[in-house]
Nanobody
Framework: QVQLVESGGGLVQTGGSLRLSCAAS????????MGWYRQAPGKQRELVAS???????NYADSVKGRFTISRDNAKNTVYLQMNSLKPEDTAVYYC????????????WGQGTQVTVSS
């Protein structure tokens, strides 16, 4: 059974920081592309950042220079360090695991709320 469990969301003031974590189980973590997506009310879900098995990273333009994605394959965990938060970062943040090798898989966490107050 695949589980992606996010934690670390909450309420923070503009300019503050949060660190999201996503603990994965039931997948071959090291071969998955791990990503963080977000969905604000009335908007489509969008990619925030992703990190591949070889640790290559990709960021949305809106978060470049403020957010950092990382992974710890020994702990089956992916992180999103969010600095200099803005009210427009307010959204539900979802962890995603995409496996392209062996058997294609696409798994999602339940989401964690991030609210940035102005």
């Amino acid at each position: 059974q695949v589980q992606l469990v996010e934690s670390g969301g909450g309420l923070v003031q503009t300019g503050g920081s949060l660190r999201l974590s996503c603990a994965a189980s039931g997948i071959i973590f090291s071969v998955n592309v791990m990503g963080w997506y977000r969905q604000a009310p009335g908007k489509q879900r969008e990619l925030v950042a992703s990190i591949g098995p070889g640790y290559s990273t990709n960021y949305a333009d809106s978060v470049k220079g403020r957010f950092t994605i990382s992974r710890d394959n020994a702990k089956n965990t992916v992180y999103l360090q969010m600095n200099s938060l803005k009210p427009e970062d307010t959204a539900v943040y979802y962890c995603n695991a995409k496996q392209y090798m062996i058997v294609p898989l696409d798994n999602w966490g339940q989401g964690t709320q991030v609210t940035v107050s102005s």
